[in-house]
Nanobody, 113 residues
C-alpha cells in the first residue's frame, strides 16, 4: 500500500502562483509514475500532468504549470503560474505502480477574479 499526501493548496488571485507538493511512501519512489489530476465542482476528474519516463501536460495548463520530482524526498511538485479562475478545483496526486493506482485526499485550489 502506498500512502499519498498532497499539500500546498489555497486561495490565490487570478494571475498568481501556487506550488503543490505530494509525497508518496515506499522505497521505490523513483519507479513510480506520478500524476496530478483535478476535479472542479460538478465536473469529472481530469488529468493535469504526469512525470514518469517522460513529462506531459493537459493542453489547458501547458506553458503555465510545471511538474517536477525529487526522488530523494519521495516528492513530486506542481508549480502553477498565471492561474486562472477556471483552475479552481481540488487537486489530487496519483501514484501508478505495477498497475495499481493510489490517490491522495486532495488539496483545494481556489483562484479568485
Amino acid at each position: 500500500q502506498v500512502q499519498v499526501v498532497e499539500s500546498g493548496g489555497g486561495l490565490v488571485q487570478a494571475g498568481g502562483s501556487l506550488r503543490l507538493s505530494c509525497t508518496a511512501s515506499g522505497p521505490t519512489f523513483s519507479s513510480y509514475e506520478m500524476r496530478w489530476y483535478r476535479q472542479a465542482p460538478g465536473k469529472e476528474r481530469e488529468f493535469v500532468a504526469r512525470s514518469g519516463g517522460f513529462v506531459s501536460y493537459a493542453g489547458s495548463v501547458k506553458g503555465r504549470f510545471t511538474i517536477s520530482r525529487d526522488n530523494a524526498k519521495n516528492a513530486v511538485y506542481l508549480q502553477m503560474n498565471t492561474l486562472k479562475v477556471e483552475d479552481t478545483a481540488i487537486y489530487f496526486c496519483n501514484v501508478r505502480h505495477y498497475g495499481n493506482d493510489y490517490w491522495g485526499q486532495g488539496t483545494q485550489v481556489t483562484v479568485s477574479s
